[in-house]
């Protein structure tokens, strides 16, 4: 691993830290990320929901795009590994190297590791380091355990973000909807979900896959950040980069200086070379070779080196070799006293004073609201029960008052209606204006309305109308019902009279005969 090609800033960093340190990655390397991504998953999805499809289990194909994310996850980790070092992949670099990068530990990662908590963490440890067996157990233990609280929390808010995308997706259809025809298309969704249409499936499961979608790389990014700061905690880097650098300074100046202590050197070759053979000579003659010591100080070297491993596993063995053991008592747990430091025994005092009131001071007014209310309470009481009877004895007449209306249409339908409103009966006369539109236009329009229609059915069965001033006018008629009705909205009378006027004069009113109710009366 070359450090020294870092493209990241290492510096003691708190676990948070680490975890933005990993997202601002993922920003930086978007394109790198998601566009290998999105080739990847969308043609897995489009197989996995044709495949549950055909067998009628299309819920099938979102657990499966679900099981199958730390298959996915190695394309984020692929490229946040070699562009930390400032070697960004490319996208077709990052396809070919999924057919065999990390596939030693997927078969753990989709069966028991699969719902593991810190899978963000645990991923680099195994498919970047490449340990096996207890040796990666031991590399998991030590990286993971000091930030596993911080890894579990990590998983858990990004479950969260997909879960608010995919319920924020689907609530952002009904923004699309007019406010007139939202009771209605929330009934239709309700009948949907609950017949569950196969389009509806399909939705589901690609609003999944897009939450997914986002919300994925910044977890393992997060991960990955969590796991270069452990190690960086744990190896030193940042140390070991300034050594580096401080190495590479020192070798520059001193090169020069050893170039010219090797020039030096160089001086009077030729005699140098006359006079080296009678030397050597002279010395073989006084000094003759004796034999090596080492075999007389530790014996003959051994041809089968198993003794000696076994030696040294014993050695490490030894407790006194290795003297690590884990050792848990129980302690009281004493309140030591503060020290009293010297001062103005005036400043103690007063000191004590004012902790006494911020003690006992909120209990002693509590204290003080509770007499008082109580002292007072023949006075407020009163009140209270006073306002509760006014209440009752002037109930709202719009809320309240039932709609009463007739049996049978009268023959002259204008003079009722005005009669009502001139009476102070102005709902029932709007009630009465509004069913006598509602059968002049289901009788203009030629059909039959369901028992109890809602304004909005008789709107939609307006529409069939053959004039475009008796759509308006009816429309117009529904508009000033449902104010009254439901926003509690009276029109004014000149309002009231224009509309009767218009009425009468597009459904001939003053010349009807008497017919029964209609089935679509006011609700």
């Keep these: 691993m070359r450090i020294e090609a870092l493209t990241?800033?290492?510096?003691?960093?708190?676990?948070w830290e680490a975890?933005?340190?990993?997202?601002?990655?993922?920003?930086?390397?978007?394109?790198?990320?998601?566009?290998?991504?999105?080739?990847?998953?969308?043609?897995?999805?489009?197989?996995?929901?044709?495949?549950?499809?055909?067998?009628?289990?299309?819920?099938?194909?979102?657990?499966?795009?679900?099981?199958?994310?730390?298959?996915?996850?190695?394309?984020?980790?692929?490229?946040?590994?070699?562009?930390?070092f400032g070697d960004v992949p490319g996208t077709r670099r990052t396809l070919l190297a999924q057919r065999h990068w990390g596939l030693r530990w997927m078969p753990a990662y989709l069966t028991w590791r699969r719902l593991g908590p810190v899978r963000s963490l645990y991923l680099p440890v195994d498919l970047l380091e490449g340990g096996q067996g207890e040796d990666a157990r031991h590399r998991r233990r030590a990286l993971g355990v000091p930030v596993y609280g911080i890894g579990v929390l990590l998983t858990t808010v990004c479950v969260h973000f997909e879960i608010v995308l995919e319920f924020g997706i689907l609530?952002?259809?009904?923004?699309?909807?007019?406010?007139?025809?939202?009771?209605?298309?929330?009934?239709?969704?309700?009948?949907?979900?609950?017949?569950?249409?196969?389009?509806?499936?399909?939705?589901?499961?690609?609003?999944?896959?897009?939450?997914?979608?986002?919300?994925e790389p910044f977890f393992v990014g997060a991960g990955f950040g969590l796991y270069l700061n452990r190690r960086t905690e744990i190896e030193g880097w940042d140390i070991e980069i300034v050594l580096r650098r401080l190495r590479t300074r020192i070798?520059?100046?001193?090169?020069?200086?050893?170039?010219?202590?090797?020039?030096?050197?160089?001086?009077?070759?030729?005699?140098?070379?006359?006079?080296?053979?009678?030397v050597k000579k002279e010395q073989t003659a006084r000094k003759p070779l004796r034999p090596p010591t080492l075999p007389e100080v530790f014996g003959a070297p051994l041809a089968d080196d198993g003794s000696l491993r076994g030696a040294v596993k014993r050695a490490y063995a030894d407790p006194t070799v290795s003297p690590?053991?884990?050792?848990?008592?129980?302690?009281?747990?004493?309140?030591?006293?503060?020290?009293?430091?010297?001062?103005?025994?005036?400043?103690?005092?007063?000191?004590?004073?004012?902790?006494?009131?911020?003690?006992?001071?909120?209990?002693?007014?509590?204290?003080?609201?509770?007499?008082?209310?109580?002292?007072?309470?023949?006075?407020?009481?009163?009140?209270?029960?006073?306002?509760?009877?006014?209440?009752?004895?002037?109930?709202?007449?719009?809320?309240?008052?039932?709609?009463?209306?007739?049996?049978?249409?009268?023959?002259?339908?204008?003079?009722?209606?005005?009669?009502?409103?001139?009476?102070?009966?102005?709902?029932?006369?709007?009630?009465?204006?509004?069913?006598?539109?509602?059968?002049?236009?289901?009788a203009r329009a030629q059909l039959v309305l369901v028992?109890?229609?809602?304004?909005?059915?008789?709107?939609?069965?307006?529409?069939?109308?053959?004039?475009?001033?008796?759509r308006e006018a009816f429309a117009r008629t529904v508009r000033t019902w449902q104010y009254a009705a439901y926003a509690h909205g009276l029109p004014s009378t000149t309002d009231f009279e224009s509309l009767l006027d218009t009425l009468a004069q597009r459904f001939a009113w003053s010349s009807r005969a008497a017919v029964p109710a209609p089935a679509g009366g006011a609700s």
């Excluded at 999805?45 to 549950?52: E, G, K, Y």
């Excluded at 009934?187 to 896959?209: D, I």
């Excluded at 029960?385 to 009752?392: H, M, N, S």
């Design 451 to 470: 028992p109890g229609a809602t304004e909005a059915e008789c709107l939609r069965a307006s529409r069939k109308l053959p004039l475009a001033d008796d």
């Design 324 to 442: 690590k053991r884990k050792v848990v008592r129980w302690q009281p747990r004493d309140k030591a006293k503060p020290a009293k430091r010297p001062g103005s025994s005036v400043l103690q005092w007063l000191a004590a004073a004012i902790a006494a009131i911020g003690e006992y001071g909120l209990w002693l007014l509590f204290g003080a609201l509770a007499l008082a209310l109580l002292l007072t309470s023949p006075r407020w009481v009163r009140w209270l029960r006073e306002g509760a009877k006014r209440e009752d004895q002037q109930p709202d007449e719009i809320r309240t008052s039932p709609v009463a209306e007739p049996d049978v249409l009268p023959d002259d339908l204008p003079s009722a209606i005005r009669l009502l409103w001139h009476a102070g009966r102005e709902r029932d006369a709007l009630a009465l204006m509004y069913r006598g539109s509602v059968e002049a236009m289901a």
């Design 171 to 215: 609530a952002l259809a009904m923004l699309f909807i007019p406010g007139e025809y939202l009771a209605e298309s929330a009934r239709w969704a309700w009948s949907a979900l609950t017949q569950e249409p196969v389009w509806l499936q399909l939705a589901f499961n690609a609003v999944a896959w897009l939450a997914t979608t986002l919300i």
């Design 8 to 15: 990241v800033a290492l510096r003691p960093r708190t676990a």
């Design 251 to 278: 070798g520059k100046v001193a090169t020069p200086l050893l170039l010219a202590v090797a020039l030096l050197g160089v001086a009077g070759p030729g005699r140098a070379q006359d006079a080296a053979p009678v």
């Design 19 to 84: 975890v933005e340190l990993g997202m601002a990655l993922v920003r930086r390397h978007a394109s790198a990320i998601w566009l290998p991504w999105l080739i990847l998953t969308l043609p897995v999805l489009v197989l996995v929901n044709l495949l549950a499809w055909s067998i009628d289990a299309i819920w099938l194909a979102a657990l499966v795009m679900w099981w199958l994310k730390p298959l996915f996850d190695r394309i984020a980790l692929y490229v946040l590994a070699h562009a930390v």
